[in-house]
């Protein structure tokens, strides 16, 4: 049996999404994003890549 390392319904689970947030976080503080703006580009890079996944899904 192959396993395939990335799975599609990677965004459901909280733990894959927790560290998905701290990735993104460091990122935007090495950047020097502002810290009052850091909340929204959060959910917004976790929301385009859950539609990224799902369109990635969809396609294979």
Known sequence: MARNP????WWRRENVRAK???????TLQRH???PDL?????KM???QAEAL???FGQAA
């Open 6 to 9: 990335a799975t599609t319904y």
């Open 20 to 26: 998905m947030r701290i990735a993104v976080k460091k």
């Open 32 to 34: 020097r994003y502002p």
């Open 38 to 42: 850091t909340t929204d580009a959060v």
């Open 45 to 47: 890079v976790l929301k």
């Open 53 to 55: 996944a799902l369109d």
